[in-house]
């Protein structure tokens, strides 16, 4: 069975601090994809890593998938009260279209 | 992306009765998706439904418990049969996006049994 551990569980800062939110796995995946819920909604993707070591922008968010494409980091600079959301990471598995979901992380940005 | 829809948003049911979902898409899909999210935790996989053909479900899910009907490439239902208390969770279905990697989701459909 196929794990995405994800740290911290949760997390709670100030406006304008930076985190970073790992996800972490054992078994190699043919892309990584982050979503973000929030309450009383489905997730919305937020990016899909594919290539090992590849590190893409979407604003102040900085998505990193590991050069083994095991494992994949979230980075959010000068956080903000919309950031507040489970942030979850999923990855693709090979030879189908299924997604083997992370743990999550419950994030709260405190104006 | 497409645009999902689920009926209901919410629901109360009794023990022992069952709760029929739709997962309404805009456009057409090939396959669709049903998880199931317990209070506070991540996604898991019920099962894949594919237009024409029987649902693949996931272990620890059997087709006698959800049921799942796929009749066009726009519509499907997940049925909650027999409910226990332990049912209590968001159920959602999603659609994969165009390049076939990444998933849309509906709102959810949040069912309590009491």
């Known amino acids: 069975t196929q794990l995405l551990e994800q740290s911290p569980q949760f997390l709670s800062i100030q406006e304008g601090e930076n985190l970073t939110v790992y996800c972490n796995s054992s078994?190699?995946?043919?892309?990584l994809q982050w979503y973000r819920q929030e309450p009383g909604e489905g997730p919305v993707l937020l990016v899909t890593?594919?290539?090992?070591?590849e590190v893409k922008k979407l604003k102040r968010l900085t998505f990193q998938f590991g050069d083994a494409r095991k494992d994949s980091s979230l980075h959010i600079t000068a956080a903000q009260p919309g950031d507040t959301g489970l942030y979850l990471c999923?990855?693709?598995?090979?030879?189908?279209?299924?997604?083997?979901f992370g743990t999550g992380t419950r994030l709260t940005i405190i104006p | 992306s497409a645009v999902i829809s689920q009926k209901p948003s919410r629901d109360i049911c009794q023990r022992g009765t069952s709760l029929t979902i739709q997962c309404q898409v805009d456009?057409?899909?090939?396959?669709m998706f049903w998880y199931r999210q317990q209070p506070g935790q991540s996604l898991t996989l019920i099962a894949t439904a594919n237009q024409g053909s029987e649902a693949t479900y996931e272990s620890g899910f059997v087709i006698d418990k959800f049921p799942i009907s796929r009749p066009n490439l726009t519509f499907s239902t997940l049925t909650v049969s027999n409910m226990s208390p332990e049912d209590s969770s968001i159920y959602l279905c999603?659609?994969?996006?165009?390049?076939?990697?990444?998933?849309?989701f509906g709102p959810g459909t949040r069912l309590t049994v009491t």
């Open positions: 078994s190699v995946f043919s892309s």
């Open positions: 999923a990855g693709e598995n090979f030879g189908n279209e299924k997604l083997t």
């Open positions: 456009s057409q899909v090939t396959m």
């Open positions: 999603s659609v994969e996006g165009r390049a076939g990697r990444e998933q849309y």
């Open positions: 890593v594919v290539t090992g070591g």
